[in-house]
T-cell receptor, first 112, second 117 residues
Framework: QKEVEQNSGPLSVPEGAIASLNCTYS??????FFWYRQYSGKSPELIMS????GDKEDGRFTAQLNKASQYVSLLIRDSQPSDSATYLC????????????FGSGTKLNVKP | ETGVTQTPRHLVMGMTNKKSLKCEQH?????MYWYKQSAKKPLELMFV???????ENNSVPSRFSPECPNSSHLFLHLHTLQPEDSALYLC????????????????FGSGTQLSVL
């Protein structure tokens, strides 16, 4: 069974700080990695994807991937109260590319 | 509003009822999915369809019956459900099959919040 692990939180950070969200996965052959944001009562929304080791930046968001250690992280710079949501980590295999495995999510609270 | 539309948004049903959830995607994708989201649990993949063909049934009980008449529409037929089936049911789609990085991203609908009494 492929597993994706996340700390459920809540992670509380003050406005303007950097929020760091972490995710580990069990399947070494995983190839694609995603971060989804889910506001309460809403559906998940894709915010970042990463495929290669290293960092990928998009605005205030930076995704980091380390395949050797099997972890992927999301950094949110200059956190805003509107970033308060649950962040879901998802991984996608190589041979079973239709299967996306999700973590249970980390709840982030950004305090004004 | 996203390119994936789900109806109804909320559904309350008794254990003896029969109901259907509907999903339509306007993104030109060719893969569609049903996911179940329960409180404090990871999203659970239920079914996957590629070009209208079912490619994944993740050991889902037979009281859930999917139907995919074409690449744009997906249904989930429900009958004799149990209270533990109460959850948020999410439909998703992706541009699939080419396996090029960047084409396998999931786009979700708004979900159907299902309550089984």
């Amino acid at each position: 069974q492929k597993e994706v692990e996340q700390n459920s939180g809540p992670l509380s950070v003050p406005e303007g700080a950097i929020a760091s969200l972490n995710c580990t996965y069990s399947d070494r052959v995983s190839q694609s990695f995603f971060w989804y944001r889910q506001y309460s009562g809403k559906s998940p929304e894709l915010i970042m994807s990463i495929y290669s080791n290293g960092d990928k930046e998009d605005g205030r968001f930076t995704a980091q991937l380390n395949k050797a250690s099997q972890y992927v992280s999301l950094l949110i710079r200059d956190s805003q109260p509107s970033d308060s949501a649950t962040y879901l980590c998802a991984v996608n295999g190589d041979s079973d590319f239709n299967k996306f495995y999700f973590g249970s999510g980390t709840k982030l609270n950004v305090k004004p | 509003e996203t390119g994936v539309t789900q109806t109804p948004r909320h559904l309350v049903m008794g254990m003896t009822n029969k109901k259907s959830l509907k999903c339509e995607q306007h993104l030109g994708h060719n893969a569609m999915y049903w996911y179940k989201q329960s409180a404090k649990k990871p999203l659970e993949l239920m079914f996957v369809y590629n070009f209208k063909e079912q490619t994944e049934n993740n050991s889902v009980p037979s009281r859930f019956s999917p139907e995919c008449p074409n690449s744009s529409h997906l249904f989930l037929h429900l009958h004799t459900l149990q209270p533990e089936d109460s959850a948020l049911y999410l439909c998703a789609s992706s541009q699939d099959h080419r396996r090029d990085r960047g084409f396998e991203k999931l786009f979700f609908g708004s979900g159907t919040q299902l309550s089984v009494l």
